[in-house]
Every structure is written in structure tokens, then in C-alpha cells.
């Protein structure tokens, strides 16, 4: 069965830092990755996916991820966070499916807090 | 904006009564979803519909009852709940073939008194 685990709960930067958060999964073959962020009260945006090919990806918002199969990774980085990137982000994992659909799997979600 | 619309955005609901969640997309995506996510968690998937047809039901209790009448609608309905079915209701859909990312609306947040 395929798992998500953000190790970390919540984080707190400040505004102009870099930002790492950390995702791992758990798949027997390889996974197709994404990060999701949350505001409160909204639905979830893709800041970025990962399938195949080059293993640095580069999202929206100035975020990149980077797949490491040998360490069953996919973080999220950024070098200079802002204060409207605080919000809630989920990595997630799903499989190549037939049929047309996904079925995805979410980490616990990593809470960020920019402080000033 | 988002390109998944959902409504109501809020929604407050006796236990007795009997209410939907509508959620619509006009991107042309075959595959629609039902998530509920409570507060502090990560969402939970309820129902897939692929081609307007119901492909996942994750065990969902039966007050719930899914619907799609076309491939751009989809529907939540509600009977009997209880208050810990209070949530936020995601909608999302996707696009064909199965690896595209999932587009979510903004939810529903229900509460059940």
C-alpha cells in the first residue's frame, strides 16, 4: 500500500528565508508526487507534480521539489519565503491508474508559519 | 479563481434534515471526487466517479449518497447525519489519462447540529 509521511507537524520561518519541508513515501515502484498547499478555509492548489524525467521540478509560487529514489523523497523547497506563503502543505502520493482517475494519497500536512 | 465551483460555501444542518452539495466543472475533466476533511487533517477520499461512473466508494456510510448526473456535475447528498460528519467537503475533478493532477473546489463546510 502506497504511504505519505511530513515528518514535520509545523513550521515556523521567517519571512526572506529559505524554506525546506520534508515529504517520504512509500510505493513499490515509482510514484507519481505531488505538493498541495492550503489556505485557510480554501480548497487545495497544486504547487507542483512529479512523474518522470528530470528530478528537480519547478512549481508555481517560486517553489521546486526534488525526487530522490534512493531516499523515497520529494521535498519542497524555496529560497526566499513570503509572509502570503503561510498556509497548510500536503505532499501526496498516486499510483498510475487505468480508468481515468486518481486515487491519492495525502501526508499529514506540514503547517507553515512566516513570521516577520 | 478556482475552476471547480462548489456550493453552498457553508451549509448548517439538523440531524433530521435532508440536504446536497453541488459541485460543477466545465474543463472538460471525465473524473469527478468527493473529499472530506476535518479540521487538521489531510483529506480523505469518499467517492471517485470516472466517466460518470461510481468507481471508488471508500466504505462511506449510506447517508451519504453520491450522484453525477453528467460529466460536469457532480452531487452530495445528505440524510441523517451525524455531528460528526461535520467537515469540509472537497469536490475535485480530473482530466484524462489517470496520472493528471486533481483540481479542487474550495469546499462546502457543513455543520451538523
Known amino acids: 500500500a502506497q504511504s505519505v509521511t511530513q515528518p514535520d507537524i509545523h513550521i515556523t520561518v521567517s519571512e526572506g528565508a529559505s524554506l525546506e519541508l520534508r515529504c517520504n513515501y512509500s510505493?513499490?515502484?515509482?510514484?507519481?508526487l505531488f505538493w498541495y498547499v492550503q489556505s485557510p478555509g480554501q480548497g487545495l492548489q497544486l504547487l507542483l507534480k512529479?512523474?518522470?524525467?528530470?528530478?528537480l521540478v519547478q512549481g508555481i509560487k517560486g517553489f521546486e521539489a526534488e525526487f530522490k529514489r534512493s531516499q523515497s523523497s520529494f521535498n519542497l523547497r524555496k529560497p526566499s519565503v513570503h509572509w502570503s506563503d503561510a498556509a497548510e502543505y500536503f505532499c501526496a502520493v498516486g499510483p498510475p491508474v487505468s480508468g481515468g482517475y486518481q486515487k491519492v494519497t495525502f501526508g499529514t500536512g506540514t503547517k507553515l508559519q512566516v513570521i516577520p | 479563481d478556482t475552476e471547480v465551483t462548489q456550493t453552498p460555501k457553508h451549509l448548517v444542518m439538523g440531524m433530521t434534515n435532508k440536504k446536497s452539495l453541488k459541485c460543477e466543472q466545465h474543463m472538460g475533466h471525465r473524473a469527478m471526487y468527493w473529499y472530506k476533511q476535518k479540521a487538521k487533517k489531510p483529506p480523505e477520499l469518499m467517492f471517485v466517479y470516472s466517466y460518470e461512473k461510481l468507481s471508488i466508494n471508500e466504505s462511506v456510510p449510506s447517508r451519504f449518497s453520491p450522484e453525477c448526473p453528467n460529466s460536469s456535475l457532480l452531487n452530495l447528498h445528505l440524510h441523517a447525519l451525524q455531528p460528526e460528519d461535520s467537515a469540509l467537503y472537497l469536490c475535485?475533478?480530473?482530466?484524462?489519462?489517470?496520472?493528471?493532477?486533481?483540481?479542487f473546489g474550495n469546499g462546502t463546510r457543513l455543520t451538523v447540529t
Open positions: 510505493y513499490g515502484a515509482t510514484p507519481y
Open positions: 512529479y512523474f518522470s524525467g528530470d528530478t
Open positions: 475535485a475533478s480530473s482530466p484524462p489519462p489517470g496520472f493528471s493532477p486533481l483540481h
